[in-house]
Each structure stands twice: as C-alpha cells, then as structure tokens.
C-alpha cells in the first residue's frame, strides 16, 4: 500500500510539474523561432491569427512539446484499439517532422515562457455557457489548466477554437480514418456538440484573460 502512494505521488508530481526530458532553452527557443518564421502565424498581432493559427505565447511547455511531436508522427493509417491522439496540418507536418526532441522541447519552452496578452480589454463579465462545466476538469475554470499536459484555453483566438472542435467532433465520428485531428478524451466531450454550442464555447474561453 504504501508503495502504491508513493507511485500515485510521483505520478501526480509529474504530471503537473514535468519531467527533465522535457527541458528546454528559452534562449535557443527563441532563435529558432526567428529561423523558423513561427511568430509570422503564432504571435498575438499576426494577421493569421483568425480563423485557424493558435497564440502560443504563455502556453504550457509539455502541451507545446506533444503537439509538435504528434505533428511529426507519422499516424498509422487504421485507428486500431490503441489510437489516443492524431494532428495533421499542412503548414505544420513537413516543418515538424524535421525537428529533433532537443529543438521541440526549446521551441516550446521559449513560448512558454512568453508571456501572454488577452484579446479582452475590458473588465466585462462573460456568462459561460452550459457546455464548459464539462470543460473545467481538464481545462481549468475559465480555461486556466493547472495540468501542463492539457492546453490552457483563455484567451486563445476564437477563430482556431472553433476549427480545433469541429475537427475533433468530425473525428469523433468517423475515428477509423486519418483525421486532421483526434483525441480519445476529447471525443466523447465533443461528439454531441451543436456548431452553435462550439461557438458559445469558443467565443466565451476566447474574451477570457489569459494572464
């Protein structure tokens, strides 16, 4: 019994703080940023920054660092019993699939450490919608996930929201097939959401503050 505890606390410990895999340099981050042209869709003023491109700046590391890795997987081409997470892009999959563990893990630190400025400036009270109870486990209250595995969703641009959940829900779907995106979780949050509700959803955890 008590070494099951002391595995549960390791497991939690790791879960929520990282692990030194994971470690990267802002420094060298931010360099390859530049080389790599990332602000020109992921900064706060871009101009793609709606419908789809998602802000980074002020995201957590590990998340950062597992979506570019499952961008660089290459996904079997039948779900089978063991699929839990597929991402495809096509500005995203050819750059990922040339960058080593080392360059991920600093390129996801320097946006990490970023920090992040909301889209909201006025201090207005938004009523979440129904539909983010559901989402608060995971995601946080009002999208400030304290899990760094699992993305933080205040403040994130409305427009690539809505694309992301429309994605999951379609994969939802139809799971045997490559998909631009799929998540075992997420599936079953999102298969019965309206467009409508994905809209509310968006519109609320994109007006909140990232901090």
Do not use: W
């Amino acid at each position: 019994m008590i070494v099951r505890a002391i595995f549960k606390i390791l497991f939690v410990v790791l879960f929520l703080v990282g692990s030194p895999g994971y470690a990267g340099d802002a420094a060298i981050g931010a360099k390859l940023a530049e080389k790599y042209k990332c602000m020109s869709c992921h900064a706060r003023a871009s101009k793609r920054s709606f419908p789809p491109v998602p802000y980074l700046a002020g995201q957590h590391q590990r998340y950062l660092v597992n979506q570019l890795r499952i961008f660089r997987t290459e996904q079997p081409k039948s779900s089978g019993g063991y699929k839990i997470a597929e991402r495809h892009n096509h500005l995203m999959d050819v750059p990922a699939a040339n960058l080593s563990n080392d360059e991920i893990n600093n390129l996801a630190t320097y946006f990490a450490n970023e920090v992040c400025t909301s889209v909201r400036k006025n201090a207005v009270k938004i009523e979440a919608p129904k539909t983010a109870k559901a989402c608060e486990f995971c995601h946080g209250e009002k999208g400030h996930s304290p899990f760094i595995s699992y993305p933080k969703l205040a403040g994130q641009n409305m427009g690539y929201l809505i694309k992301q959940l429309k994605f999951m829900r379609g994969s939802a779907k139809n799971p045997g097939k490559k998909n631009d995106r799929f998540h075992r979780t997420m599936a079953a949050q999102v298969f019965g959401l309206t467009d409508a509700e994905i809209v509310a959803l968006s519109y609320y955890y994109s007006k909140q503050s990232c901090r």
